[in-house]
């Protein structure tokens, strides 16, 4: 199983950015993702999360009217959009699959597999 996280870089405040999530080795449509981000010396936080068919989705308050979360089961594809960036979302973005239908506000280590993260940092 492999989730490839790609689309991080160097943006200014109150720009946008597109990540992705690649997966393979699984059967994608049977898996809520979720996008979590993590700064240096703190938790690993859910930002984002999506059912396995993409009719639910949920964030948190931070990123809420700002980030949108999607899949495309056809290919085994996840993204976020990333808009009106600030400077307090740098962090390294991690996608995650669990097998669930829509269960995917829950902590990190219910999380069945992750991808490899992707640094975003919002900066003039």
């Known amino acids: 199983v492999q989730l490839q996280a790609s689309g991080g870089g160097l943006v200014q405040p109150g720009g946008s950015l597109r990540l992705s999530c690649a997966v393979s080795g699984l059967t994608f449509g049977q898996y809520a993702v979720a996008w979590f981000r993590q700064v240096p010396g703190k938790e690993r936080e859910l930002v984002a999360g999506?059912?396995?068919?993409?009719?639910?989705?949920d964030y948190a308050d931070s990123v809420k009217g700002r980030f949108t979360i999607a899949r495309d089961n056809a290919k085994n594809t996840a993204y976020l959009q990333m808009n009106s960036l600030k400077p307090e979302d740098t962090a390294v973005y991690y996608c995650?699959?669990?097998?669930?239908?829509?269960?995917?506000?829950?902590?990190?280590?219910?999380?069945?597999?992750w991808g490899q993260g992707t640094l975003v940092t919002v900066s003039s």
């Open positions: 999506i059912s396995r068919s993409g009719d639910t989705t």
């Open positions: 995650a699959a669990r097998r669930t239908y829509n269960r995917f506000w829950v902590p990190r280590d219910e999380y069945d597999y």
